[in-house]
């Protein structure tokens, strides 16, 4: 067989070998959420410059004993094409509730939600029951919504995303700066925070492009009124840069990696949330 052909061969052969891969791994991923192989793990998020604790985010685990560790980056967009994302979503918006209803002094939670839940129309019953169900004030809840996903904004999805935010949930646009229309976008719905993508904080500060563009975002945040929250923050440089350019908030493994709830638990009596500090004595000055 010529070289060429047999490269086109082992194409068709590795495509065939992908797709079945993604049929089966699909297979799995329903099977998983009646076998406890999903769990969730959360990062904290901290304020700049200080690093004291604001919150946390949850995120998604799948851990299977044939494929061991599947990343959400795989598997979310699987869930998504097959509707398998709704009830998913669902889940994860009572579990992580529920767990953020007993945290020590307080903390936001943030909750990653998929486009599709809001353009089906269920994302605002599943966050009525999750709520009702853990308790957690609205106030200490945020939806994240990423920007390189496609988000029809029809008037029933800016509908549904204004009401969230008159209930008090904060809504944050993720992944900011990896999509097409993160300008206009941010300005037509109502985001209360903005995350910057990690990919803008690569060599911070010595991409200068990239510092510039930073600085710029930050206007358009202070102009908008909406908070700038970095994610992916992993050098000490990077954090410098952007407590510089007044970043309020930051994610990242400088600051803590994402972790199982009851380590979150141990690292919020370490950290103390800013509720949980003592208050100054009624009447104090101040
Ligand atoms: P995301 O919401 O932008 O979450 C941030 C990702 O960056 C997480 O990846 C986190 O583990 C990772 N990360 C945090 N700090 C650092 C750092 O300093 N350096 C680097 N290199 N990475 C860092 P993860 O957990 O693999 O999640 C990937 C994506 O999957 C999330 O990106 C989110 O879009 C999606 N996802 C996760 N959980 C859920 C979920 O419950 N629902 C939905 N719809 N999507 C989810
Ligand atoms: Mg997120
Ligand atoms: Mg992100
Ligand atoms: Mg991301």
Redesign the pocket.
């Known amino acids: 067989m010529p070289l060429n052909s047999m490269g086109r061969a082992l194409d068709a052969a590795a495509g065939h070998f992908a797709r079945g891969l993604r049929r089966s791994l699909l297979s799995e991923l329903r099977a998983a959420a009646q076998l406890n192989e999903l769990s969730l ?1 959360y ?1 904290p998020r901290v304020a700049l410059p200080d690093g004291s604790p604001r919150g946390a ?4 685990r799948w851990t299977n004993p044939f494929y061991g560790e599947v ?3 795989r598997f ?1 967009p699987l869930a998504e094409a097959s509707g398998l ?1 709704l009830p998913l ?1 669902g889940w ?1 918006l009572r579990e992580a509730t529920k767990e953020a209803a007993s945290w020590p002094g307080g903390g936001i939670l943030s ?4 486009a599709r839940q809001v353009e089906a129309g269920v994302l605002e019953a599943q966050l009525d029951q999750a709520l009702a169900e853990s308790g957690l004030p609205p106030e200490r809840l945020e939806l ?1 919504l ?1 920007e390189s996903l496609a988000l029809a904004e029809s008037e029933e999805v800016r509908g549904t995303l204004a009401r969230l935010r008159q209930r008090g949930v904060g809504l944050a646009l ?2 900011f700066g990896t999509g097409h229309a993160s300008l206009a976008r941010l300005r037509r719905l109502p985001f209360s925070s903005v ?1 910057l993508d ?1 990919l803008f904080l690569g060599d911070l500060p010595r991409d200068a492009g990239n510092a510039a563009i930073l600085r710029a975002v930050r206007q358009i945040a202070s102009a908008l009124r909406v908070k700038l929250v970095a ?4 050098q000490p440089e990077q954090r410098d840069f952007l407590t510089e350019i007044g970043c309020e908030e930051a ?4 600051f803590a990696y ?1 972790m199982p709830a009851a380590a979150l638990r141990d690292y919020w009596h370490r950290a103390a949330l800013p509720s949980a500090a003592p208050r100054p004595m009624a009447g104090a000055a101040g």
């Open positions: 793990h990062q985010e949850a995120l998604l990343s959400p980056a979310i994302i979503g994860v909750v990653n939600v998929s994240e990423t993720d992944d995350k990690r994610e992916g923050v992993e994610q990242g493994w400088l994402p």
